[in-house]
C-alpha cells in the first residue's frame, strides 16, 4: 500500500512510463485532471463577472457590455479558446445576456410609464436590421482587428464618461427615414460591439429633445430588439465556425449566458437602489478611468 501511494505521488519512477511521451503524463496528473473542479470555478467567474456588470449598470446606466464583452474576451484567452475566435464568442454572449436582462429593465421603466413606446417602434426596424448587418460586419472581421473597434468604442465612452459630455437638444426627431436611419446606425455598432446601445440612443434621444428619464427608458426599451437581433446574427453567422468550446451555439457559450444572466439580472435592482444613496458622478469618472484603462490595454495587445 505505501509503495502504491508513492507511485501514485510520483516518488518512484516506474520504468513502464518511460514508453509516454511527458506530455501524455502531464495530463495523468491529479492537478490537471479536474475537469468539474475547473467548470465550477470558471461559472463562478461567470457568476461574478454578471453580479459586477449587473449593479454597474443599474448605478451608473452603462451598459453591462462594454463591461461583459473585455472579461469574457480574458476568460475565453485563458480557457485555451482559439485567438480566431475569442472576441467574436465574447461580443455574441454578451449579447445572448442582454437579451435576458434588458426585460426586466423594460419591466421596470414602463412600470413608471417612462417609455416612449411610439419612438421605441419606429426605431425598432432598423434596430433590427443594422444590427444583423453588425453581426455580418463582426463575423467578417479577424479578431484582432474586431478587438480593436472594441477598445476605440470604449475609449470613446469613457472619455465622454469622465468629461461629463452631453449633447444639447437642437431638433425635433426626425421622420420615418430619419428614424429608420438612426435605428441602423445603433443597431450596427451596437451589435458589432456587443452592447445595448445606451450609449449611442440615450444621447441621440437627448438630441432630438427628449426629456433624459425618457430617453433613458426608451433606450433600455431598444436594447431588447439590438441584443435579440445582434445575438441571432451572432448564432448565424458562427454555426459552422471551428475550434468553437463545447456547449457554443454560433458565437454564443452557453455557460457564459447562464452564469452572467441570472446574477446580473438579480443584482440590477440592487444598483439602481445605490445611484439613489451613492455619488454616481464620482463613480462615473471612477469608473471611466477604468473603461480608458481597458480599451488603451485592448488597443496597445
Not at 128 to 144: F, H, M, Q, R, T
Request: include cysteine; proline fraction near 6%.
Amino acid at each position: 500500500m505505501r509503495r502504491a501511494w508513492q507511485l501514485f505521488h510520483g516518488k518512484i519512477y516506474h520504468k513502464s512510463f518511460a514508453r509516454f511521451p511527458p506530455e501524455t503524463l502531464k495530463s495523468l496528473t491529479r492537478k490537471d485532471n479536474l475537469p468539474v473542479e475547473s467548470l465550477l470555478s470558471t461559472l463562478l467567474l461567470y457568476l461574478m463577472l454578471g453580479a459586477f456588470a449587473g449593479i454597474m449598470a443599474g448605478m451608473l446606466g452603462v451598459g453591462g457590455g462594454l463591461i461583459i464583452v473585455p472579461v469574457l474576451a480574458w476568460i475565453f484567452h485563458h480557457q485555451q479558446v482559439s485567438d480566431a475566435v475569442t472576441m467574436h464568442l465574447a461580443i455574441g454572449s454578451s449579447l445572448a445576456t442582454i437579451v435576458v436582462t434588458s426585460i426586466s429593465s423594460i419591466r421596470a421603466h414602463h412600470r413608471r410609464g417612462a417609455v416612449l413606446w411610439p419612438v421605441f417602434w419606429r426605431l425598432t426596424p432598423g434596430i433590427v436590421v443594422g444590427a444583423w448587418v453588425g453581426a455580418a460586419i463582426a463575423d467578417a472581421l479577424p479578431s484582432a482587428i474586431l478587438s480593436k473597434v472594441f477598445a476605440i468604442f470604449v475609449l470613446t465612452v469613457a472619455a465622454q464618461m469622465g468629461f461629463g459630455a452631453k449633447p444639447a437638444p437642437h431638433r425635433e426627431l426626425p421622420g420615418t427615414v430619419g428614424m429608420a436611419a438612426a435605428g441602423g446606425m445603433i443597431g450596427t455598432v451596437s451589435a458589432i460591439v456587443g452592447i445595448g446601445g445606451g450609449s449611442l440612443t440615450v444621447p441621440f434621444l437627448t438630441w432630438c429633445n427628449t426629456a433624459i428619464r425618457q430617453a433613458v427608458a426608451t433606450s433600455a426599451a431598444c436594447g431588447l430588439p439590438i441584443a435579440l437581433a445582434g445575438a441571432l446574427g451572432f448564432i448565424v453567422t458562427g454555426l459552422n465556425t471551428p475550434n468553437l468550446p463545447a456547449w457554443s451555439l454560433g458565437y454564443v457559450y452557453g455557460p457564459a449566458l447562464l452564469g452572467i444572466a441570472v446574477t446580473s439580472m438579480l443584482l440590477a435592482p440592487l444598483g439602481a437602489r445605490l445611484a439613489h444613496t451613492l455619488p454616481t458622478d464620482v463613480l462615473k469618472k471612477v469608473f471611466a478611468v477604468f473603461l480608458a484603462i481597458i480599451g488603451t490595454r485592448m488597443l496597445l495587445s
